[in-house]
């Protein structure tokens, strides 16, 4: 079966660095699009960042833009997102994603990792 496996969470000062990671299974990981989403407490899920099966295609939220990278490696069924310049308003839990947008083709989602980062 689909399995999304998140890691990295955790907590960071404002200005700092996080990488997240999801260990993907169950699924031909290299054929299918992926994508990150969060949700910050008392808020809805905010779809942070997709990735195309090619890595060729990606969206950013504006919230994240020049600060977050998604990136995939296919031979390790992972998917990644380097989170740089790190403000409070990121704090979150954080999903991966089977699909490219969860309001579209997301079908699996991972349970997620949380990310801290105090005011």
């Known amino acids: 079966q689909v399995q999304l496996v998140e890691s990295g969470g955790g907590s960071a000062q404002p200005g700092g660095s996080l990488r997240l990671s999801c260990a993907a299974s169950?699924?031909?990981?290299?054929?299918?699009?992926m994508s990150w989403a969060r949700q910050a407490p008392g808020k809805g899920l905010e779809w942070v960042s997709g990735?195309?099966?090619?890595?060729?295609?990606?969206y950013y939220a504006d919230s994240v833009k020049g600060r977050f990278t998604i990136s995939r490696d296919n031979a390790k069924n992972t998917l990644y997102l380097q989170m740089n310049s790190l403000k409070p308003e990121d704090t979150a839990l954080y999903y991966c994603?089977?699909?490219?947008?969860?309001?579209?083709?997301?079908?699996?989602w991972g349970k997620g990792t949380l990310v801290t980062v105090p005011s």
């Open positions: 994603a089977k699909g490219y947008n969860p309001y579209v083709d997301v079908d699996y």
């Open positions: 169950g699924f031909t990981f290299s054929t299918h699009a």
């Open positions: 990735i195309y099966n090619g890595s060729s295609d990606t």
